[in-house]
T-cell receptor
Framework: KQEVTQIPAALSVPEGENLVLNCSFTDSAIYNLQWFRQDPGKGLTSLLLIQSSQREQTSGRLNASLDKSSGRSTLYIAASQPGDSATYLCAVGNSGGYQKVTFGTGTKLQVIP | NAGVTQTPKFRVLKTGQSMTLLCAQDMNHEYMYWYRQDPGMGLRLIHYSVGEGTTAKGEVPDGYNVSRLKKQNFLLGLESAAPSQTSVYFC???????????????FGPGTRLTVL
């Protein structure tokens, strides 16, 4: 059974700092991996999706990397802003479609002005 | 284009009461999903649907029923609510079920349910 772990559970950084969020998974036979953002009282918003054949994806100040062999993904946020404060979730997709997606518990990020 | 909407946003029930959560999407997506999110745990799939008139069990289906009578709506029912069903419920939809594509899921804002 796939297990997805995100450490740390919470992170507080000063504005402007570059930071890395971590996601680890136990079963390397994945189809894809997604990073989501969750704001309080709101649903999840997809940030980046990496296919199993890819090593990284970039969107603006965000860069996600994938290392299947080590069972790890990182989300790099450059020049953090207070508006980046949210919970970031990692979701790993195994074969069989979205019913086989395993979500991590998330890292709650606070960017202090 | 509202995306995925959920009704209600909050609800408090007493043990044994029943209720229905409504999810609606206006993106013409074939696939819809119900998840629950509990503290310290990732989202867990309750039920899902691959098209109008079809439903299937997810990881934690016990105590819940679902219906997909119309393509745009996916209903989650609790027949006899229990305190263990206190959670935040999210609905999601997607164009495809295939993870080999770049399609993603679109999530609703959630329903916070408390069962006393």
């Amino acid at each position: 059974k796939q297990e997805v772990t995100q450490i740390p559970a919470a992170l507080s950084v000063p504005e402007g700092e570059n930071l890395v969020l971590n996601c680890s998974f136990t079963d390397s036979a994945i189809y894809n991996l997604q990073w989501f953002r969750q704001d309080p009282g709101k649903g999840l918003t997809s940030l980046l999706l990496i296919q199993s054949s890819q090593r990284e994806q970039t969107s603006g100040r965000l860069n996600a990397s994938l290392d299947k062999s080590s069972g790890r993904s990182t989300l790099y946020i450059a020049a953090s802003q207070p508006g980046d404060s949210a919970t970031y979730l990692c979701a790993v997709g195994n074969s069989g479609g979205y019913q086989k997606v395993t979500f991590g518990t998330g890292t709650k990020l606070q960017v202090i002005p | 284009n509202a995306g995925v909407t959920q009704t209600p946003k909050f609800r408090v029930l007493k043990t044994g009461q029943s209720m229905t959560l409504l999810c609606a999407q206006d993106m013409n997506h074939e696939y819809m999903y119900w998840y629950r999110q509990d503290p310290g745990m990732g989202l867990r799939l309750i039920h899902y649907s691959v098209g109008e008139g079809t439903t299937a069990k997810g990881e934690v289906p016990d105590g819940y029923n679902v219906s997909r009578l119309k393509k745009q709506n996916f209903l989650l029912g609790l027949e006899s609510a229990a305190p263990s069903q206190t959670s935040v419920y999210f609905c999601a939809s997607s164009t495809s079920q295939s993870l080999s594509r770049t399609d993603t899921q679109y999530f609703g804002p959630g329903t916070r349910l408390t069962v006393l």
